[in-house]
């Protein structure tokens, strides 16, 4: 950690995919918007917990959102994370 706080170490090489798989969720990988439409259609008609891995490069910036939609019990889900 820097004299800032911020942490300046080597990224950890944690698999979100396979520890959602530890847990039950089913996962669908994306490498294209192709994929990632077919996965898309795939996790909403699912009725498991469903969770889309995409890889991405963290030194990119990504755009802000203050959104996100989950759904549990095949509900919608809003920002606050309650239907």
Avoid: C
């Avoid at 396979?18 to 996962?27: K, Q, T």
Wanted: charged share 20%.
């Amino acid at each position: 950690m820097t004299a800032t706080g911020q942490l300046d170490g080597a990224l950890l090489p944690v698999d979100l995919a396979a520890n959602a798989e530890s847990l039950g969720a089913d996962v669908l990988r994306a490498t294209t918007v192709a994929e990632l439409r077919d996965a898309l259609r795939k996790a909403v008609a699912s009725p498991r917990s469903t969770v889309i891995h995409i890889r991405t490069d963290p030194s990119v910036p990504a755009p802000d959102s203050e959104a996100w939609v989950g759904r549990p019990g095949g509900r919608g889900v809003g920002t606050s994370g309650h239907p």
